[in-house]
């Protein structure tokens, strides 16, 4: 009992306050955690969000000049409109506009040589891609034959600068330019 009567007066209510402070500070630091991992979180998650909708535009663009490559060099006579539409409805802008314009010849001198071409893609690049238009480098090749001919099929190479534009969620090809 000498030890208690050693003690100053209060000492126990202080020690039960020091111990309780704490319990009064963690619930507060907690919260703030949570909040600041919570607001992290979402940072990175915007992020990554916009990062992947960026590797998609990537690919959608050059996924179109690809296509839209395939679709110029596989022209037949026995489907000619089919395959001028295919073109047509890949491009949009003055590229669409040049293509409407040459669709009577190609068709003419399709049907009238009874010409079947069919064409390879063999690689696309992305140049450049800025809010909603792309620039694509295309590398395709084309065999073309007469239906019925004898003759050795003829083969050809093309490298072209593909402009792509997004018209609503699609990637349409807006210009095209060879390079030599």
Known sequence: MA?????????????????????????????????????????VGTDLRDAQAAADDRQAAMRAAGTHAVHLLSVGHRAV??????????????????YARAAAELKRTTVAGRLLRTGALRATGLVSLRGGTARVMVVGDELTRRDG???????????WDMEVTKVGTAWLVSKVEPVP
């Open 81 to 98: 409109d089919a395959d001028i539409g295919r073109v047509l409805a890949t491009s949009t802008g003055a590229a669409r506009a040049e």
């Open 149 to 159: 001919g004898e003759d050795v099929p003829q083969e050809r190479f093309h490298r």
């Open 3 to 43: 030890s208690h009567a050693a003690r100053p007066p209060g000492s126990r209510r202080l020690r039960r306050a020091r111990a309780r402070r704490p319990r009064r500070l963690a619930g507060p630091v907690l919260a703030t955690l949570i909040a600041v991992l919570l607001a992290v979180a979402f940072w």
